[in-house]
């Protein structure tokens, strides 16, 4: 079941809102939350039921830890340490069954000319962020940051739909406050005008602005085998487009959606276009990915503690990391070591004490994401080629009505051509990537969210936008992070 779908908006969230509530107002407080829980694994197993019973043994599995790991089990008597290594192996293990061994089999395939044959398995919904989300429980249980050993209020963390497929990836100590205060239990009109408020843009991101980008990012990278100059450029703009308002847009539906059950989730993108560095990039795209890539993994690396050699192998060995959680591929692997490598340099550069004018180190810090974006992109590296090719070496083509009045671009071998023709475009491809610039300087949907107030003109605003959307459900694509 899709957010961008009829019936999760006009059928599953109205009525998991109205029978949550109505449990509430009948001081139905675990009959409430047992509902939400049902509700979310109904909504996780609409895809395919047979992604329920890994689910479900994870969090029985990472509930027995996390508990032992706070000595709630007093029968436990195994070194905490060893435990919480146990622990990440086994969620560790799980993920890369279903998602790393196909890769493995091909590189050994590879290497070592063998034929063993690929065991093709389905990669189950939102297995990555349901395993991070847990391995953060088991480390803030270790860490003794834990209190809560409920196993419904554990699953409701787990499972809460909003955020259940492609996050925020939550930590329990955000989430679990918020689902025990009493404030929370009742309706509150304004989380639920806000809430829709949210809602609404974010489906519009999805079905109105992201997937026609995707148009044209899909033709470019997948099906066009040759590609010029400006294709090349659209091309890569198209999907550097697509894939923050498709997951932003996630996000925001995510964030609304939860806020109708007076739940607060993490803001995870503010702006990230519109950074002047690559690091404040990171501090403005997936944020809770990002928190979880620092906390997890880079500090207990060492972080920056240990010398200038060790903290730039951290963060690659951090971002490295990264590109392996979104896939299986070495694109994503050099997707990865990019950022690392851009993030070294950015901190020599500090360190030097350098400086730039702000439009150009938004020119650069832009131009090194679009470009990075096309290995995350390609499915082959034959295809990222293709397209920085085109970006780099390809032909200069115009439509001719335009040569013909600028011949002396002939002198600079730019030739006349249909406009586009590869990427099935025209102008209006030019008209979004135009429009598309305008949107990431504007205020972002969490910036309007503070200013949100219930009047007629964000009323008539969010109206007109969701009718924009729903219009356009008929042609409702899977989200891009359902992939990771």
Known sequence: ?????????????????????????????????????FASLFFYSWWNISYL????????????????????????????????????????????YFKYTDFLLENFNLVFDGSV?????????????FTFQQI?????????????????????????????????????????????????????YKN??????????GLFKKVVIADTFAQWATVGFDQAEYLNLIEAWATSLSYTFQLYFDFSGYTDMAIGAALLFNIKLPINFNSPYKALD??????????????????????PLGGNRKGSFRTYNNILATFVLGGIWHGAGWTFVFWGFLHGMALI?????????????KVLAWFITFNFINIAWVFFRAKEWEDAVKVLNGMFLGDIIIPDKYLSKLEFLQDYDVESGQFLFHLGGHSTTLIWLFVGF?????KNSMELKKCFKATTGYCLFAIIVAFSAILNLSKASEFLYFNF
């Not at 109205?14 to 009959?31: A, D, M, Q, V, W």
Request: aromatic letters at 20%; glycine letters at 4%.
């Open 1 to 37: 079941m899709l957010f961008n779908s009829y019936e999760f908006i006009f059928l599953f969230l109205p009525f998991s809102f109205f029978i949550y509530f109505y449990l509430l107002e009948k001081r139905l407080i675990t009959g409430a939350k047992g509902f939400l829980v």
């Open 278 to 299: 690559i690091q404040d990039f990171w501090r403005r795209w997936h944020i809770t990915l990002s928190r979880f890539l620092r906390d997890y993994i880079y500090i």
């Open 438 to 442: 305008i949107l990431i300087f504007m």
């Open 117 to 129: 044959p690929l065991l093709h398995l389905a990669l189950p919904l939102a297995i990555s962020f």
């Open 192 to 201: 639920i005008a806000t809430g829709l408020f949210i809602f609404s843009i």
């Open 345 to 357: 340099v950015h901190r020599f550069w500090k360190a030097l004490g350098f400086t730039m004018p």
């Open 53 to 96: 019973p890994i689910i479900l043994s994870s969090m029985l599995f990472n509930y027995v830890i996390g508990n032992s790991l706070n000595e709630n089990f007093k029968k436990v008597r195994v070194h905490k340490k060893s435990l919480l290594t146990f622990g990440i192996i086994a969620n560790l293990t799980l993920l890369g």
């Open 136 to 188: 953060a429980y088991l480390v803030d249980s270790f860490r003794g940051e834990t209190a809560e050993y409920d196993f419904l209020n554990y699953s409701l963390f787990v499972t809460f739909f909003p955020q259940l497929i492609a996050g925020p990836i939550v930590h329990h100590a955000e989430m679990m406050p918020q689902f025990a205060s009493k404030w929370n239990l009742v309706k509150n």
